[in-house]
């Protein structure tokens, strides 16, 4: 499907503060949101997606400058830690783009409790991944309602790409309305600017069908190293994936595609590319 096709499919789809913040965390913590139906009630990712896993070809990154635009602090790990590994590696700029704080993970904690402590998590994240040389630039926009500012945020993923980068974002079809509308704008942003686009996927693998992936997949290997770098900078992301907590937002079932030896990326051509 030509790019300018896919836009139009895609377009078509329709607190206390004042308690030091651990604390406020383990006082409040409730059972997180679930982003979907009972997982345990549906066939793993490794069983739904093998079909297109399987038949997913090889992708040889260039070394070039790489956006990756994350909805929340720990989807830049979860979605694109391979890829940021590897441009790191190659000597390639790499800039995130943190679109919201992920205040909102838990409604029972105070959004600035947990906005600052997410903040810092992605920041350790980061370091884990990269080593000081990962570039950071947010946004602040509110977690859950980034749609409202999609103008906004195509404006700023246009501000810092540059001729010739790589945009990684999600999937349009995510199954978070974040991750969704961030889809689009990066998908719009690359269709007017030539970049090459590609797109990540995480709640999709448990709540999609691969039906719904027009696109094949194109997958990135992972060394021994890489995926214990990828680790590392998950385990940074405490609130998330435990640390004491009754009901992280991450647990086994959710990291599953992160047991896996490839990354699994959405590779669309660039304008140049379809009218060759």
């Known amino acids: 499907m ?10 078509s789809e329709p607190a206390d503060d ?14 997180a949101p679930s982003p979907g139906h009972d997982l345990s009630q549906t066939p793993t990712p490794v069983d739904r997606w093998r079909c297109r896993r399987d038949g997913a070809a090889d992708w040889s990154v260039p070394p070039v400058r790489t956006v990756v635009v994350a909805p929340h602090p720990d989807d830049e790990v979860l979605m694109f830690a391979g890829l940021i590994a590897h441009q790191v590696d190659a000597g390639a700029n790499v800039l995130i783009l943190a679109v919201t704080d992920g205040e909102a993970a838990y409604p029972d904690v105070p959004p600035s409790v947990l906005g600052e402590r997410r903040r810092g998590e992605q920041l350790a994240a980061v370091e884990a991944m990269g080593d000081g040389r990962i570039d950071i630039v947010r946004l602040g926009l509110p977690d859950g309602g980034v749609e409202e500012h999609s103008t ?16 990684a974002a999600p999937w349009h079809l995510d199954h978070h309305c974040d991750h969704e509308a961030i889809g689009r704008a990066a998908l719009d942003v690359a269709l007017r600017s030539g970049d090459r686009l590609v797109q990540g996927i995480f709640w999709g693998w448990h709540h999609r069908s691969p ?18 770098r990828r680790q590392t900078a998950l385990n940074c992301h405490r609130s998330q994936v435990g640390a004491g ?8 079932s959710a990291l599953e595609p992160l047991a896996w030896p490839f990354e699994y990326h959405i590779v669309l ?4 590319e379809e009218q060759a």
């Open 18 to 31: 004042s308690r030091d913040g651990d604390e406020a965390m383990r006082s409040t913590m409730p059972a």
């Open 245 to 252: 907590h009754r009901s992280p937002v991450l647990d086994a």
């Open 2 to 11: 030509m790019a300018e096709g896919y836009l139009a499919l895609v377009k």
């Open 152 to 167: 906004a945020l195509a404006g700023a993923i246009q501000d810092v790409r540059s001729p010739g980068c790589i945009i």
């Open 211 to 228: 039906t719904d992936l027009e696109q094949p997949l194109r997958r990135l290997r992972l060394s021994t190293e890489t995926m214990k």
């Open 269 to 272: 051509p660039t304008q140049r």
